[in-house]
């Protein structure tokens, strides 16, 4: 039986930063992630969205901003780029992630723990005694579930809900990247044509100033190849072209009623995105300029989920706090990114924007009914609508750093993350450089 002050499970964006954080005194942290590497989402192809907000204003900050800054000394980020579409977009390396990850938690003295599952938890009464992690017990003073499907909660017997009010769930998403895409000609093509190139939401002259961007829309260029034969599951064109010439991400497989909890359903969802591909591909090569000479490269190593369980929390954030910009006394990170709700049931998508920022209450990353546990990422307590906007890495990765500095006050002081001083929580992350609204 392992024992250690707080135990990080869930490698990705916000358990990264979470462990980070939790570590920087010197506590003992081990960190438990399923897969052989870490990064979770940030190693799919996918850019880092919202680090700015609808103003273009840096909101993102602290130890996010420090694995970014980590990623660009050996060229492996871009700059935070304001999109009219998605407020920022941050494209990076996914294989540097990894390793740049790896190092940072080792600096701190994180114990990584990969290729590692959380099984189950013991309880004693309405604490975590210890993780069953690999058929072994850990025990620790606090735990963070960074998992993205509240698998600890869940197990700890904490409320949780899924999807819509009828438990509807946003589709999934398996990334792939074509290489040998003259990236110019796509550029110059929908600059200087946006009635044949039509792209939603962003102006053609943002187009002709950036060299790297992301692509929604080409609708017009979807139906002639629907017309031809080929069968596209979603109705938007979804394109990002990488870090290197040449390299473009593909955001348009899209598979409904794919629970992220449930493995057998997940398989199933990365068999149909797979099959998916192939007409995909073919869409792009024959009717998208600068894809004429294009081949599939890569394929994402597993299926991106953007919703599944969300734990019930001392306060639910909902649609209305997004949209009203709601500023909270316990607010411990901030956000911009739109309600970005993929439809459970049909091919689209909705976007509202708030026009500035909103809070993300501590109170959100505190479960019902066990006390010394913390959430952090998609699955915190909010309302469907909610999750749509909260949903994304660069606020995932601040909630991460709010909840590892909480677990060790918690630890520090020896009492539960909810009786710690949210005044002082907010001091710490000021102090550690994140951005709080004041």
Not at 156 to 183: I, N, S, W, Y
Not at 220 to 244: D, F, N, Y
Not at 355 to 382: F, H, K, M, Q
Not at 384 to 396: D, N, W
Request: aromatic share 6%; with cysteine; proline share 5%.
């Amino acid at each position: 039986m392992a024992e250690t002050d707080i135990l990080v499970v869930g490698g990705g964006p916000s358990g990264i930063i979470a462990a980070l954080a939790a570590a920087e005194d010197g506590l003992k942290v081990a960190l438990v992630e399923k897969r052989a590497y870490v990064g979770g989402n940030l190693t799919i192809g996918l850019p880092i969205l919202g680090f700015l907000s609808q103003k273009g204003e840096p909101i993102i900050a602290g130890l996010p901003q420090k694995l970014i800054d980590r990623l660009r000394a050996i060229n492996a980020a871009g700059d935070h780029q304001p999109c009219p579409l998605h407020v920022s977009l941050t494209l990076i390396d996914p294989e540097a992630v990894k390793r740049v990850a790896l190092e940072m938690l080792a600096e701190r003295g994180v114990e990584v723990m990969l290729n590692s599952v959380c099984e189950g938890v013991v309880m004693e009464d309405d604490l975590i005694r210890a993780a069953m992690v690999n058929g072994e017990e850990i025990r620790a003073k606090v735990f963070i579930d960074c998992t993205g499907d509240g698998d600890v909660a869940f197990r700890a017997g904490v409320p949780c809900e899924k999807g819509d009010a009828h438990g509807g769930m946003q589709p999934a998403t398996l990334m792939f990247r074509m290489d040998g895409v003259d990236t110019e000609k796509l550029r110059q093509s929908i600059c200087s044509g946006p009635e044949t190139y039509d792209v939603d939401c962003i102006p053609p002259d943002y187009f002709c100033r950036n060299r790297r961007f992301i692509v929604v829309g080409l609708r017009k260029l979807m139906r002639k190849a629907q017309e031809a034969g080929l069968s596209i599951p979603t109705e938007r064109t979804i394109l990002i072209t990488g870090l290197r010439d040449g390299e473009v991400w593909v955001n348009m497989t899209r598979v409904k009623g794919v629970d992220g909890t449930d493995p057998q359903s997940v398989s199933a969802g990365e068999t149909k995105a797979t099959e998916q591909i192939e007409d995909i591909r073919r869409y792009l090569i024959g009717y998208v300029p600068g894809f004429e000479r294009a081949y599939l490269a890569e394929t994402a190593p597993f299926l991106g989920i953007r919703e599944s369980r969300r734990i019930v929390g001392r306060y639910v954030m909902t649609r209305d706090d997004i949209l009203s910009c709601r500023r909270f006394d316990d607010a411990v990170a901030v956000g911009s990114y739109p309600i970005d709700l993929h439809r459970p049931d049909d091919d689209g998508c909705t976007l509202e924007w708030c026009g500035d920022c909103y809070d993300i209450p501590y109170r959100a990353l505190l479960p019902l009914e066990v006390e010394n546990l913390l959430v952090a990422g998609r699955c915190i307590s909010t309302t469907h609508e909610a999750l749509a906007a909260i949903r994304v890495m660069s606020t995932c990765m601040a909630m991460g750093e709010a909840a590892g500095r909480a677990a060790k006050m918690a630890v520090g002081e020896g009492i539960s993350p909810a009786d710690i001083d949210a005044r002082k929580l907010r001091e710490d992350l000021i102090a550690g450089g994140a951005f709080l609204r004041t």
